[in-house]
């Protein structure tokens, strides 16, 4: 007689044992996550449709569009998120064209036994508090501070800097300056050296070359290193509070004087989720622009 | 002087050192125009040193080249009427295919219509004429390898420079390519100089032969002098001798000489070369099945598709490799069988260089 076959479902299922490792690899950051970044956007999110009660100057939680009312519409406001974008928009110029050289120097130029040398000494300045490296520049900047008693016979620096615009965007780009240089060396170290060599071999001078391919093949660093540089500075308000003049304000300055000054917390939220939705727009579309797969073909 | 006139590109004493190693010990040769010659050698014989510097990419220390009679000195590589095909192929990964052969055209400034039907020229001579707008990263190796080669030959330099740029790919599509290379090569009449360690693949492609080692030119010659006639004992290794054999002299003259290997003599059309000899012959002309010669027993034997490959002990315990071709002509042979191993002094060649000296 044939034996029957019967498959045995126990052997062919072994009982479902629950997996921890990526729970725990996963569920700790996804918790994070959502305990210090999701939960207070949502919360300000929440802040920004409440208002305040004229009468007794406390908050209300009903809907209100009110603060973006004001947010969006008042001139002020709007002068002062143009000076906010010119501000940062000029630190991050500045602060590429002394990135963009040093980086691509140590990544690219110098000997691979110094590389790390080099990056160290960048980043040392990051040993110290960024509110310390800011006061210093206070005593460096202020009238027969420190520039002036070593450039002050050079017209035009004679005076302090300190309070004014240049004295904010030195702030900025002394500060964020290392961020902005190590995407910067990590594409030029990656970067073949070969395509330099072809390009000097089919014919293109030094400056050609760097225009047609050193440039482009190292834009994914120059793009890092902005949106590294420019999304801190964009919100700051420690550097324009210690550094810049008080007619020269910029948002992040306004949020916070909303929260700690003028208990308006709905209008600091509504000008808190303007900034972020901004940013957030600025950084799809430069993204999109500056896509690796359409650069290099997927 | 008539030899300089014919030359692409002369190099006279040329010296490299990176550091404390000598790359290149003073190396001089002539590059006839119009020729495919190979500079043939092992990793680290300065090979790729050596065309890196006609290439303008590194700089003597000592010596010079002239390309076309013009001395090269410190003349950077845009400046130079070179162009070098890369191992790595280096082609622009944010440029298209047809942007990346435009390349050189466009830093010479040719009008832009005048660049569209050349670079649709070298699309069609390189048989990838609807491949124009893909990127090189879409491309495969082989279709890569020829897009370099394209960019490179639209600039119709002088010398085109070729380093190990089949290197990459497997071992079919190289042979395809070579025959390939060497088909484009003969089309636009260009001198190549090209860089191996594959002697098949020098042996294949090349009009001139310059085998290298420790940064001197071991031997020069068309493939077959260099495959025939090998000039030092490294030769004759590095091109897959097979057996080379300690031998004594007996006798000899201008044209010939008598050597005694392994109690019989074998004369080779050939006169003695300096110092100490050892004889030099390829296993495919031994011959196991003749009525006269070496006695010896068969101890190996490898099938090799076209060929059964034996390894056979002389009565003396000299050990030497015969290549037989596999069809029904050739007896085979199993281990342990008893043959007469026999070969023409004709086929053998005499090289300077002792046996177990190296």
């Known amino acids: 007689m044939a034996m029957e076959y019967v498959p045995n479902a126990e052997a062919i299922r072994p009982r479902r044992q629950i997996d921890w490792v990526p729970i725990i690899t996963l569920g700790i950051p996804t918790l994070f996550v959502i305990l210090f970044f999701v939960m207070p956007i949502v919360l300000i999110g929440r802040y920004s449709f409440n208002s305040i009660d004229p009468v007794t100057g406390l908050m209300t939680t009903d809907w209100s569009f009110a603060a973006y009312e004001r947010a969006l519409t008042s001139p002020i406001y709007q002068k002062i998120f143009l000076r906010t974008l010119t501000i940062a928009l000029t630190s991050t110029i500045v602060a590429l064209l002394l990135a963009y050289p040093l980086g691509y120097f140590i990544g690219a130029v110098a000997e691979p036994q110094q590389q790390g040398t080099l990056i160290l000494l960048v980043l040392i300045p990051f040993w110290t508090s960024y509110v310390i490296r800011t006061y210093a520049w206070i005593g460096i900047l202020q009238t027969n501070g420190f520039l002036q008693e070593v450039v002050g016979w050079v017209p035009g620096m004679g005076g302090s800097l300190l309070y004014s615009r240049a004295a904010v965007i030195i702030g900025f780009v002394h500060v964020y300056l290392p961020i902005m240089i190590l995407p910067i060396y990590a594409s030029a170290r990656n970067m073949d050296k070969r395509y330099i060599e072809a390009a000097h071999d089919l014919g293109a001078s030094p400056f050609r070359t760097f225009l047609r391919v050193t440039l482009p093949l190292t834009s994914p660093g120059i793009i890092a290193g902005i949106v590294l540089f420019f999304i801190p500075v964009f919100g700051s308000f420690v550097t324009p509070q210690l550094l810049g003049g008080t007619g020269d304000t910029m948002m992040g300055q306004q949020i916070q004087n909303q929260f700690g000054e003028a208990f308006n917390w709905p209008f600091g939220a509504a000008l808190s989720m303007v900034m972020t939705a901004v940013v957030l727009v600025a950084m799809v579309l430069f993204f999109r622009f500056a896509d690796p797969e359409e650069i290099y073909g997927g | ?358």
């Not at chain 2, 692409?8 to 006839?32: C, H, Q, W």
């Not at chain 2, 042979?333 to 177990?356: E, W």
Request: proline content about 5%; glycine content about 10%.
């Open chain 2, 1 to 358: 002087m008539a030899m300089e006139t014919m030359s692409d590109v002369s190099i006279r004493n040329l010296v490299k050192t990176f550091g404390n190693a000598v790359a290149v010990d003073g190396i001089s040769l002539e590059v006839p125009r119009g020729a495919f010659v190979t500079f043939l050698g092992s990793s680290g014989c300065g090979k790729t040193t050596t065309l890196r510097m006609i290439g303008g990419f590194e700089h003597p220390d000592s010596g010079e080249i002239y390309i076309q009679g013009k001395p090269m000195g410190r003349t950077p590589p845009h400046a130079r009427d070179t162009s070098m095909v890369f191992q790595s192929y280096a082609l622009f990964p944010h440029m298209s295919v047809r942007e990346n052969i435009a390349f050189g055209l466009q830093e010479r400034k040719v009008g832009k219509s005048e660049i569209k039907e050349r670079v649709q020229a070298m699309l069609d001579l390189i048989e990838l004429p609807h491949l124009g707008d893909r990127k090189p990263k879409q491309l495969s190796g082989g279709q890569q390898q020829r897009v370099a080669l394209a960019r490179s030959l639209i600039i119709e330099p002088t010398v085109l420079l070729l380093d190990e740029p089949l290197g990459a790919l497997d071992l079919k599509l190289r042979k395809q390519m070579q025959i390939e290379l060497k088909r484009i090569q003969r089309q636009v009449g260009i001198t190549f100089i090209y860089v191996t360690h594959d002697q098949e693949e020098a042996l294949t492609m090349s009009d001139r032969i310059v085998v290298m080692a420790a940064g001197r030119v071991e031997q020069e010659g068309s493939a077959e002098d260099i495959f025939d006639r090998p000039a030092s004992r490294f030769v004759a290794e590095f091109m897959g001798a097979g057996n080379v054999l300690p031998v004594q002299v007996e006798s000899h003259d201008a044209t010939s000489t008598s050597v005694n290997f392994a109690g019989r003599a074998v004369t080779v059309p050939q006169p003695l070369p300096d110092g100490e000899i050892a004889l030099v012959i390829r296993p495919e002309k031994l011959r196991l099945d003749s009525t006269d010669g070496w006695q010896g027993k068969v101890v190996e034997s490898v099938f090799k598709g076209s060929m059964m490959s034996y390894r056979v002990e002389l009565t003396d315990g000299t050990s030497m490799l015969a290549e037989v071709a596999h069809d029904d002509t050739a007896h085979r042979h199993a281990i342990g069988d008893t043959v007469m191993l026999n070969f023409r002094g004709n086929d053998a060649t005499l090289v300077p260089g002792s046996i177990g000296a190296g």
